[in-house]
T-cell receptor
Framework: DQQVKQNSPSLSVQEGRISILNCDYT??????FLWYKKYPAEGPTFLIS?????DKNEDGRFTVFLNKSAKHLSLHIVPSQPGDSAVYFC???????????FGTGTRLKVLA | NAGVMQNPRHLVRRRGQEARLRCSPM?????VYWYRQLPEEGLKFMVY????????ESGMPKERFSAEFPKEGPSILRIQQVVRGDSAAYFC????????????FGPGTRLTVL
């Protein structure tokens, strides 16, 4: 049972435009969400997180939006840069636990 | 401040051999997590350890897999009598606290079983 889903395996975006990566979850107990970026042959790198008490968190070019009623979160990257080309994983956990449940990832390709 | 270190980066084993994967957490981190990534899949939680204690091993197969985090030295993930299905990337992460802090990942060990 996939509790965290990233339904788009890949996404291509022109440099300078906005990239929107989506993630859906099924477990209503999840209250902490994270996005990780992964380059080939490297480990995931933390990008940004959001707690369920917020609906938006921004860090530079990266913004995460959380819609609790829809059990949906999205990562916006603007403007997109070629160096953003990587696989992006969303992850979720619930209070007092440490297990991150990861989605299957979305491969973003930013075209120069 | 060195990040999470894992070695070896690549490990090739024949069926039936043992695989030992090592993880040194970031300085100041006492919580270690192991994840496995099969091809075309996300990372799956295996085990969570603190120094000398296994806190949660619910994601680890009951047979052939074991993990430890001794008082001194790195955390070890041990796979006995490897099979082809064990071929995967194994990632270790560490954190300074068990929740509310992001986990920092190492570069992974890619295990290939021939």
């Amino acid at each position: 049972d996939q509790q965290v889903k990233q339904n788009s395996p890949s996404l291509s975006v022109q440099e300078g435009r906005i990239s929107i990566l989506n993630c859906d979850y099924t477990n209503s107990m999840f209250d902490y969400f994270l996005w990780y970026k992964k380059y080939p042959a490297e480990g995931p790198t933390f990008l940004i997180s959001i707690s369920s008490i917020k609906d938006k968190n921004e860090d530079g070019r990266f913004t995460v939006f959380l819609n609790k009623s829809a059990k949906h979160l999205s990562l916006h990257i603007v403007p997109s840069q070629p160096g953003d080309s990587a696989v992006y994983f969303c992850a979720a956990s619930n209070s007092g636990t440490y297990k991150y449940i990861f989605g299957t990832g979305t491969r973003l390709k930013v075209l120069a | 401040n060195a990040g999470v270190m894992q070695n070896p980066r690549h490990l090739v084993r024949r069926r039936g051999q043992e695989a030992r994967l090592r993880c040194s957490p970031m300085k100041g981190h006492s919580h270690v997590y192991w994840y496995r990534q099969l091809p075309e899949e996300g990372l799956k939680f295996m085990v969570y350890l603190q120094k000398e204690n296994i806190i949660d091993e619910s994601g680890m197969p009951k047979e052939r897999f074991s993990a430890e985090f001794p008082k001194e030295g790195p955390s070890i993930l041990r796979i006995q009598q490897v099979v082809r299905g064990d071929s995967a990337a194994y990632f270790c992460a560490s954190s300074p606290d068990s929740w509310g802090n992001e986990q920092f990942f190492g570069p992974g060990t890619r295990l290939t079983v021939l």
